[in-house]
């Protein structure tokens, strides 16, 4: 874990200027990664070869709880940026409780925002912003068969007999 690479908004806004001025590119993405797996890996890995410095905007707890219901996450959010900080391919955590991360995505002004191909690109929020500011929208396709809820969905048969 790298306590230093999790930051508030006003640090990233900071070392986003500087990352600029140095010529760096920018990547970011966000999400909850609640139950870290080889397709988070996968894909975090992905993303940071886009660029020279990879944000990841964490859903905090309250912002996890809006999108994906009153029982998640199942790891609160300062264990899940610790796990995200400790990645070598993550340069930075910030955490953000609104619904989505526009806000964030205006603070930073990333060179490439980055989801996963399972959105559609007119539905990435953030997506018009970058553009607009001459930066581009990287889809990367998931690892098939894996997610939270499919790990969560199969505990619950496993040890509980849920369907």
Request: proline share 3%.
């Amino acid at each position: 874990m790298d306590q230093k690479k999790i930051v508030s908004l006003d640090e990233i806004k900071a070392l986003a200027e500087q990352y600029r001025a140095s010529g760096k590119q920018i990547v970011f993405t966000n999400g909850c990664f609640d139950l870290l797996h080889a397709g988070h890996v996968s894909y975090l890995s992905m993303a940071a070869a886009l660029g020279d410095i990879l944000v990841l905007g964490l859903n905090s707890d309250l912002s996890v709880k809006k999108i994906k219901g009153e029982k998640r996450p199942v790891i609160g959010e300062t264990h899940r940026a610790c796990v995200m900080s400790a990645l070598e391919s993550v340069d930075h955590v910030v955490l953000f409780d609104d619904s989505d991360p526009e806000q964030l995505i205006e603070a930073i002004c990333p060179e490439i925002l980055v989801k996963g191909a399972d959105w559609p690109e007119e539905q990435i929020v953030g997506a018009a912003f970058v553009r607009k500011n001459g930066g581009r929208v990287e889809r990367i396709v998931l690892e098939p068969d894996i997610s939270t809820t499919r790990i969560i969905e199969r505990i619950g048969r496993l040890y509980y007999g849920e369907a």
